[in-house]
């Protein structure tokens, strides 16, 4: 090989050279979120769970512009209770359409079922797909809309079939997502300060300030949630609202989920409290409140994070289990632990199937969770690629 290298061979190497070193600088200069986001898009069930994860967060967000009905008794379809699902399909016996459509439905009585009322399927009659169409209300803030993304030009059009009240199940499950995301919210946020308050207390202080705090967290860490919710339902008073109830059932859940975080807090801070920049701090009079939240928690504030990700499907399995049997949120509330207590019974399983499908969101939903959380949990780690 010539020992000289000249023309273009020279710039593609000082190139090279200075891509590395430019990646060198980014690295080390780079912030703490910045280094977590970079590991963690290099984990692949991770992004692809959280891209799963914004789309269930979407849908619920924009869940009545995306509902075709009303998932509340008002917009059912006593036409059509206990319904299979419509697919839209282009052909039929009848010939072929340039545009989606389902058959429409008939109810009447039938001799064979001594004249109780009967719904059958009218393949002559064809409801085509819409897009952008008009139908129920609903409010965004202060404003009032009634466009929706699909429908059709006459009736119902129901994707996941009907409950034996003749509600949507796809407007409901859409609504149920939404009610579960909003209780594991309020949920995590309760959650989230009296991890703060309580935990940044007691790795500042220590002694015996620590001890008493580490007995009540004990306390509640073994309190069982249960029999606790069984009591509680039964104080609860039937006249509440269905609004009453999920702030409610959000602000226990919250209060009863923030010892583990707290004690993360806790043992951080017992660390920090005797570095440097604490003790100068201290030397220029800063009061121990300003110390804490200004000193002690942004120096972990993504380790914070991560496990704030990482509590929310906890909270959501605990709002679903808990209206699952009954003792959390009811109707007419959409939530999955809602939806999920239609699925108790044998005439559905052999019957009604699609009674299911929210099931299969709820597993999605839980899962992109823990997914996520455990990317980010690593991404957070600096050490995770090293270990053996």
């Keep these: 090989m010539d020992s000289q290298t000249t023309g273009p061979d020279v710039a593609i190497v000082e190139t090279e050279d200075a891509v590395e070193r430019r990646a060198r600088e ?15 898009r290099k984990n692949r069930s991770a992004m692809i769970a959280g891209m799963i994860l914004a789309l269930l967060v979407m849908m619920g967000v924009f869940a009545p512009f995306l509902s075709p009905h009303d998932p509340t008794i008002a917009g059912r379809d006593k036409d059509y209770t206990n319904g299979a699902p419509q697919i839209p399909r282009f052909c ?26 009967v719904t059958t399927i009218d393949t002559d ?27 059709v030009d006459k009736g119902f059009i129901h994707l996941f079939g009907t409950d034996d009240t003749g509600k949507d199940i796809f407007s409901r499950t859409l609504h149920a997502i939404y009610t579960s995301l909003a209780v594991g919210t309020l949920g995590v946020l309760i959650s989230f300060v009296l991890s703060l308050i309580i935990g940044g207390v007691a790795g500042y202080f220590g002694g015996m ?19 606790l919710f069984m ?3 039964a104080f609860i008073p039937q006249e509440w609202s269905s609004e009453m109830r999920f702030f409610f059932i959000s602000i226990i859940i919250g209060f009863i989920n923030w010892p583990t975080l707290a004690r993360r807090v806790r043992t951080h801070l ?12 201290q030397l220029q009079g800063a009061p ?34 808990l209206s699952f049997i009954g003792l959390g949120l009811k109707d007419p509330v959409n939530s999955l632990g809602v939806m999920l207590q239609n699925t ?27 997914y996520v959380g455990d990317g980010l949990r690593d991404a957070a780690d600096p050490y995770a690629g090293t270990r053996k």
């Excluded at 704030?308 to 709002?319: A, D, G, R, T």
Aim: charged share 15%; glycine share 4%.
């Design 26 to 40: 980014a690295y080390f200069t780079a912030s703490q979120r910045q280094l977590i986001w970079a590991r963690f």
């Design 92 to 117: 039929d016996d009848n010939g072929c359409s340039l545009r989606p459509f389902i058959y429409g439905v008939k109810r009447e009585r039938s001799i064979a079922t001594n004249f109780r009322w």
């Design 125 to 151: 009659e064809r409801r085509y797909l819409q897009f952008f169409t008009k139908g129920w209300t609903y409010d965004v803030g202060p404003f009032t809309f009634d466009t929706h993304l699909f429908g």
């Design 209 to 227: 300030i620590d001890g008493v705090i580490q007995m009540v967290t004990d306390a509640i860490r073994t309190v069982p949630i249960i029999p």
């Design 231 to 233: 009591a509680i339902a």
């Design 270 to 281: 017992l660390v920090e409290r005797n570095q440097e920049y604490v003790l100068a701090a």
């Design 288 to 321: 121990a409140g300003h110390i804490i939240r200004k000193h002690l928690l942004p120096s972990f504030t993504s380790y914070i994070i991560v496990d704030l990700v990482i509590s929310f499907p906890y909270i959501v399995l605990s709002e679903t289990a």
């Design 344 to 370: 108790t019974s044998a005439d559905v399983l052999l019957n009604y199937q699609w009674y299911f499908i929210p099931v299969l969101f709820f597993i999605a939903l839980v899962m992109a969770f823990v």
